[in-house]
């Protein structure tokens, strides 16, 4: 039994939530009486709520996320109907800029916005003694990062072997892109780097291996990346996995000199592009030096062996649909390994919201408030972006077509894979529940109907990317370009027809 429970709903099992592990680190001398609970987004509401009753709190907090929001609405509204006499306390960033909240969010006792380290603690202990706090938004107090308890020793020795750690070495962004929250911070703030690392050193004793830094601009003082780049090459091992949130115009050269040092297979990279578009990013408070983007993205590839993955966001107050494909036939030139096409979202509280009336952005009322057309991108204009991105993510990011997307992107890398992307949805109706080597039937077909790729061609890329894939089976035009077949062979290929006519 615990008086009080905090808990969230993750996007998958694997990761891990810091939030609530750093509130559990500074619950002081009410620790012993409160619980940790992490569900799923994939898990049914009924079965969340029975197993927080299970433990008979009296104060439930929740970390809301864009992720979870609605999950956690759900929740909500069971738990006010079975057992209202529980003080439900919201914090997170999707409830942390009010009055910009969700109706639901009509339900909570209390919410406590910004960082709840200090706040969130201070009002469980007056509920427990029985007072009650007058208004129902408790402003979260910032304190120096010095004052905080580490919530590094709270990951369990599970956590370690089967999930992602997350870890921060600062806090905060220096920069004011408006699309982001961390906009509204004033500065970024380090945590003391001797202690830091020691932390690290013991997460690594115990076993860590998948370290994700969550800092939004990892290398902004070149001193402490380069420190912490070193602690990581004195421990390197085959499993060793770090993954960095990297500003895209810094990159001295002590800093390429310890990247270089990294063997493949070690070091991920995000890396925040949004756009090479000048108006954009001056319209959105973007500083970003394109030339420095472009050289240091090159000198990534060329001479270090970490895994890039870029992102690009569509949709931005004066994109247009051409605009965008500018932005990334640019990017597809520098190579990353990833591009990854997200489309603009309404994040409560974000500067960028002050363009909604001037760009008529429209967006989903509905988690996670995506952008559905603008007064530069229609509503259709924006559904074929959507799908050209999960197709994107299937051909283009996965690896698998590793042969063939250069036939289909060849000079023409956006406008090519749009036609791509339309031909594939055309001859599926669907972006989504599609098996492997359906997709690969559907490339091969797309190919030639809307790219005109000789047959020759598609099809020796498209064998050599199917062979590398792992795939079992073969699909029926590999099957009928190859050698008469054996009965067997027959046979099977006449199951896959009928199974592709029924799909």
């Given at each position: 039994?615990?008086?009080?429970?905090?808990?969230?709903?993750?996007?998958?099992?694997?990761?891990?939530?810091?939030?609530?592990?750093?509130?559990?680190?500074?619950?002081?001398?009410?620790?012993?009486?409160?619980?940790?609970?992490?569900?799923?987004?994939?898990?049914?509401?009924?079965?969340?709520?029975?197993?927080?009753?299970?433990?008979?709190?009296?104060?439930?907090?929740?970390?809301?996320?864009?992720?979870?929001?609605?999950?956690?609405?759900?929740?909500?509204?069971?738990?006010?109907?079975?057992?209202?006499?529980?003080?439900?306390?919201?914090?997170?960033?999707?409830?942390?800029?009010?009055?910009?909240?969700?109706?639901?969010?009509?339900?909570?006792?209390?919410?406590?916005?910004?960082?709840?380290?200090?706040?969130?603690?201070?009002?469980?202990?007056?509920?427990?003694?029985?007072?009650?706090?007058?208004?129902?938004?408790?402003?979260?107090?910032?304190?120096?990062?010095?004052?905080?308890?580490?919530?590094?020793?709270?990951?369990?020795?599970?956590?370690?072997?089967?999930?992602?750690?997350?870890?921060?070495?600062?806090?905060?962004?220096?920069?004011?892109?408006?699309?982001?929250?961390?906009?509204?911070?004033?500065?970024?703030?380090?945590?003391?780097?001797?202690?830091?690392?020691?932390?690290?050193?013991?997460?690594?004793?115990?076993?860590?291996?998948?370290?994700?830094?969550?800092?939004?601009?990892?290398?902004?003082?070149?001193?402490?990346?380069?420190?912490?780049?070193?602690?990581?090459?004195?421990?390197?091992?085959?499993?060793?996995?770090?993954?960095?949130?990297?500003?895209?115009?810094?990159?001295?050269?002590?800093?390429?000199?310890?990247?270089?040092?990294?063997?493949?297979?070690?070091?991920?990279?995000?890396?925040?592009?949004?756009?090479?578009?000048?108006?954009?990013?001056?319209?959105?408070?973007?500083?970003?030096?394109?030339?420095?983007?472009?050289?240091?993205?090159?000198?990534?590839?060329?001479?270090?062996?970490?895994?890039?993955?870029?992102?690009?966001?569509?949709?931005?107050?004066?994109?247009?649909?051409?605009?965008?494909?500018?932005?990334?036939?640019?990017?597809?030139?520098?190579?990353?390994?990833?591009?990854?096409?997200?489309?603009?979202?309404?994040?409560?509280?974000?500067?960028?919201?002050?363009?909604?009336?001037?760009?008529?952005?429209?967006?989903?009322?509905?988690?996670?408030?995506?952008?559905?057309?603008?007064?530069?991108?229609?509503?259709?204009?924006?559904?074929?972006?959507?799908?050209?991105?999960?197709?994107?993510?299937?051909?283009?990011?996965?690896?698998?077509?590793?042969?063939?997307?250069?036939?289909?992107?060849?000079?023409?890398?956006?406008?090519?894979?749009?036609?791509?992307?339309?031909?594939?949805?055309?001859?599926?109706?669907?972006?989504?529940?599609?098996?492997?080597?359906?997709?690969?039937?559907?490339?091969?077909?797309?190919?030639?109907?809307?790219?005109?790729?000789?047959?020759?061609?598609?099809?020796?890329?498209?064998?050599?990317d199917l062979r590398l894939s792992g795939e079992k089976g073969v699909p029926q035009f590999l099957a009928a370009s190859a050698a008469p077949a054996s009965p067997k062979r027959s046979t099977a290929n006449k199951r896959q027809k009928q199974s592709l006519q029924a799909g």
């Amino acid at each position: 039994m615990s008086d009080i429970v905090i808990t969230t709903l993750n996007a998958r099992y694997i990761h891990s939530a810091f939030g609530l592990r750093y509130l559990y680190a500074n619950m002081g001398e009410l620790q012993q009486h409160t619980a940790l609970l992490e569900f799923g987004i994939q898990q049914r509401p009924l079965e969340i709520v029975e197993k927080l009753l299970e433990l008979q709190p009296r104060i439930i907090g929740f970390g809301v996320y864009i992720w979870n929001a609605a999950e956690i609405g759900a929740i909500v509204a069971i738990l006010k109907q079975v057992a209202p006499q529980i003080v439900v306390v919201l914090g997170g960033p999707e409830v942390s800029h009010p009055p910009d909240l969700a109706p639901w969010t009509e339900l909570a006792d209390f919410i406590v916005t910004g960082y709840g380290e200090i706040s969130f603690p201070d009002l469980c202990h007056q509920l427990l003694v029985g007072i009650q706090p007058l208004a129902k938004i408790v402003v979260g107090q910032t304190v120096p990062l010095a004052d905080l308890a580490s919530p590094y020793p709270y990951y369990s020795d599970t956590d370690i072997r089967q999930r992602i750690v997350y870890v921060e070495a600062s806090r905060g962004c220096p920069f004011k892109c408006e699309f982001c929250l961390s906009s509204l911070d004033l500065t970024a703030k380090p945590f003391a780097l001797d202690a830091f690392l020691t932390s690290m050193a013991e997460l690594h004793r115990r076993g860590a291996r998948n370290f994700k830094f969550i800092d939004r601009t990892f290398n902004l003082k070149t001193d402490t990346s380069v420190a912490i780049l070193e602690f990581f090459l004195e421990r390197l091992s085959s499993d060793l996995y770090l993954h960095f949130e990297v500003i895209p115009d810094n990159l001295p050269d002590r800093l390429k000199t310890a990247i270089a040092r990294f063997p493949p297979g070690v070091l991920q990279f995000e890396i925040g592009v949004q756009s090479f578009d000048p108006a954009i990013q001056q319209r959105i408070s973007r500083r970003q030096d394109n030339e420095k983007t472009k050289a240091n993205l090159a000198w990534l590839r060329q001479h270090s062996q970490a895994h890039i993955h870029a992102d690009l966001i569509a949709g931005l107050p004066g994109d247009t649909l051409a605009g965008f494909g500018n932005s990334f036939d640019a990017l597809v030139a520098l190579q990353p390994q990833e591009i990854q096409v997200g489309i603009l979202k309404r994040l409560r509280g974000a500067p960028i919201n002050r363009h909604t009336r001037a760009f008529d952005l429209r967006y989903d009322p509905n988690p996670p408030y995506a952008l559905l057309s603008s007064s530069t991108l229609s509503f259709a204009e924006m559904q074929r972006i959507n799908r050209f991105a999960r197709f994107w993510d299937l051909i283009g990011n996965s690896g698998r077509f590793a042969h063939t997307l250069p036939l289909i992107l060849a000079d023409r890398p956006f406008a090519r894979f749009m036609l791509l992307s339309e031909s594939l949805y055309a001859l599926s109706g669907s972006t989504w529940q599609i098996s492997l080597k359906r997709l690969f039937e559907l490339v091969y077909q797309a190919m030639a109907e809307s790219l005109a790729i000789d047959q020759a061609s598609a099809l020796a890329s498209l064998h050599q990317d199917l062979r590398l894939s792992g795939e079992k089976g073969v699909p029926q035009f590999l099957a009928a370009s190859a050698a008469p077949a054996s009965p067997k062979r027959s046979t099977a290929n006449k199951r896959q027809k009928q199974s592709l006519q029924a799909g």
